[in-house]
């Protein structure tokens, strides 16, 4: 008997859990997340430019210490980079590095994912 109970405990959460997870949108974070994305520059600013620098080149201090890449070059870019692996790395980290996942929300990651995506453009 207690074994079904806890099964069936362990069963209610999970489905509670997946009706929450698959809740539709709602206005507020719709607008929550369009704040996100017109904040991308300054938590770029704020976060990333001390090793990628402001203009996304990398041509700092730290960032020539620890290999930044420049996203403006052309050749950075001939790889496979879409904005998953963006979030993954600004989420977990990669090589120097730091993992941002508990210091940004969500949104925030994605909002600057995409905006690292601005810096695509050819050096002259």
């Known amino acids: 008997m207690k074994t079904f109970v806890k099964s069936s405990l362990l069963t209610l959460a999970l489905l509670l859990f997946c009706a929450w997870q698959a809740r539709p949108v709602t206005q507020e974070k719709t607008a929550a997340e369009g704040r996100d994305s017109t ?3 300054a938590v ?12 996304g080149r990398g041509q700092t201090v ?54 690292v ?3 695509r453009k050819t050096e002259p």
């Open 62 to 115: 730290v960032g020539q210490m620890v290999g930044a890449p420049n996203f403006k070059d052309k050749n950075w870019w001939d790889e496979e980079k879409d904005e998953r692996r963006f979030v993954r790395s600004i989420t977990e980290g990669k090589g120097e590095m730091p993992a941002f996942g508990k210091k940004l929300t969500r949104p925030e990651i994605r909002a600057l994912a995409a905006y």
């Open 39 to 41: 904040q991308a520059p």
């Open 117 to 119: 995506k601005t810096f």
């Open 44 to 55: 770029f600013k704020e976060k990333c430019a001390r090793c990628h620098g402001e203009d």
